[in-house]
């Protein structure tokens, strides 16, 4: 059974930056595309950043240039850098997996994480 678990979130002032991991296990990582997805308070779950399992990423708007998703295959790990981070950005934070690119950009795969909250003070 796929397990997902977040870690690294928490309280950051605006402008400064947090690093998402998401430690997956019961799965052939390499195999698998891997997304991040947040959800704010009183708004729709949305897609962040997606990567491939050939490492191609894909980036909402609202991210572009200040977060990047990676991938560290031998530990079975997918990460999230956020940079300059805005009050906009509060939201708790997602890992989803999954064998079909397609499913993770679409948010219709059932590997989910349990999430990791993100605070960003103005």
């Known amino acids: 059974q796929v397990q997902l678990v977040e870690s690294g979130g928490g309280l950051v002032q605006a402008g400064g930056s947090l690093r998402l991991s998401c430690a997956a296990s019961?799965?052939?990582?390499?195999?698998?595309?891997m997304g991040w997805y947040r959800q704010a308070p009183g708004k729709q779950r949305e897609l962040v950043a997606g990567?491939?399992?050939?490492?191609?990423?894909n980036y909402a708007a609202s991210v572009q240039g200040r977060f990047t998703i990676s991938r560290g295959n031998a530990k079975n790990k997918v990460y999230l850098q956020m940079n300059s981070l805005k009050p906009e950005d509060t939201a708790v934070y997602y890992c989803?997996?999954?064998?079909?690119?397609?499913?993770?950009?679409?948010?219709?795969?059932?590997?989910w994480g349990q999430g990791t909250p993100v605070t960003v003070s103005s």
């Open positions: 990567i491939s399992s050939g490492g191609i990423t």
């Open positions: 989803v997996g999954d064998l079909n690119w397609s499913t993770v950009v679409r948010g219709t795969s059932s590997n």
């Open positions: 019961g799965l052939t990582f390499s195999n698998f595309a």
